[in-house]
């Protein structure tokens, strides 16, 4: 992709949204249209009704129930794909051929080959593919990376998360269940869920190494993954560890970063202060979620796209990502480097009987 845009110098970047559904109601859709220098023009759903009460409902001028008549709209300048992982593709090639910008929803594909497909059409459509990892923006999260490359708690050791879910089986598939519709998802809540924690870590620590890991499905309907561990190495060497139970007894969400001077903590999915613990004593951070938490990475992509700025998630950082959760369930599914969700019958973790 370039490293310019051809929307340089233009004084408003004008969205379309494909894929008007319930993580455009909030996290993100206000903030293309709460941004800088930032418009939403039209939305898109199949469903022609609900796509007609969104524009109606957020003020939005146009809307259609097909995408390619979006992508094709003039007066759109750059889209926002906000479809379950299974249409990524598929919507990604379209905004590719049309000659425009795109910012993806996360998890960016089903798997690492669907990621190489998108990166290389946008390169040969010189244009730019961003990926919504929101907390490498927020202001939460660029606290914590602060502290760790001020060096708060001196050379890091160690690197853990833990994940407990309490009550919350994987949905049912049959009853609209996308992230645990493999076909739809590429996997189980591990890859909408934990993909933000692994991208975060990419984000303060660089790529991860050595990366091993186990899937298993326990005490859940559907045949996708709800238990994960994993484990990984740092570029500076440091040990790390993550582990996802969607079928717990009780609620557990923490991550931690170890030093030789300190420990940094919090809650990742909840907006606890982040807590510093070193020989001076324990600080806290108390930093409030944004109303949109997507709205200051929004704004990067649009400041990007502008020639005024760099947007620190792209789809060269959302592949590592994806490729992270291949390695840690290619057992599961012998295999993660074809067309996987078409052979449930092989594969190797989903043919274990829960007990």
């Not at 004084?11 to 220098?37: H, M, N, Q, Y």
């Not at 490359?149 to 009853?175: F, M, Q, T, W």
């Amino acid at each position: 992709m370039s490293s310019s845009s051809p929307l340089a110098g233009r004084s408003v970047i004008r969205w379309g949204i494909l894929g008007c559904g319930d993580v455009t109601e909030v996290k993100s859709g206000p903030g293309f249209r709460k941004a800088d220098c930032s418009q939403v023009v039209a939305v898109m759903r199949r469903n022609g009704a609900l796509a007609a009460d969104y524009a109606k409902r957020h003020g939005v001028p146009r809307w259609y129930d097909n995408a390619q008549a979006l992508i094709s709209d003039p007066e759109v300048d750059a889209v926002y794909v906000a479809t379950p992982p299974g249409a990524h593709l598929e919507h990604a090639l379209l905004v590719a051929a049309a000659g425009k910008p795109c910012h993806m929803e996360k998890p960016m594909a089903r798997h690492t080959p669907e990621c190489d497909e998108m990166i290389a059409a946008f390169a040969q459509a010189n244009q730019k593919l961003f990926v919504a990892y929101y907390r490498r923006a927020m202001p939460r999260f660029v606290k914590v990376r602060e502290l760790l490359e001020s060096g708060a708690i001196g050379r890091l050791s160690g690197v853990s998360y833990r994940l407990s879910a309490a009550n919350r089986p994987n949905p049912d598939p049959a009853k609209g269940g996308w992230r645990v519709d493999v076909p739809n998802s590429g996997g189980g809540l591990f890859l909408d869920i934990g993909s933000h924690v692994l991208d975060f870590l990419d984000y303060c620590l660089g790529p991860l190494k050595d990366v091993r890991g186990h899937a298993a499905r326990n005490a859940t309907e559907g045949n996708a993954e709800n238990a994960v561990t994993l484990t990984f190495r740092t570029k500076d060497g440091a040990l790390g560890t993550g582990a996802w139970n969607f079928a717990s007894h009780a609620n557990e969400d923490i991550l931690e970063f170890s030093g030789t001077a300190g420990r940094i903590s919090l809650n990742f999915f909840a907006a606890d202060p982040v807590r510093l613990e070193t020989a001076k004593g324990i600080e806290l951070f108390d930093i409030p979620n944004p109303p949109h938490v997507a709205q200051p990475l929004i704004q990067t992509v649009v400041d990007d796209l502008l020639g005024r700025g760099t947007c620190p998630s792209t789809a060269i950082s959302a592949r590592r990502t994806q490729l992270v959760m291949d390695r840690v369930l290619v057992e599961y599914y012998g295999g993660r480097g074809d067309a996987f969700w078409t052979r449930p019958e092989t594969w190797p973790g989903a043919a274990v009987t829960p007990q």
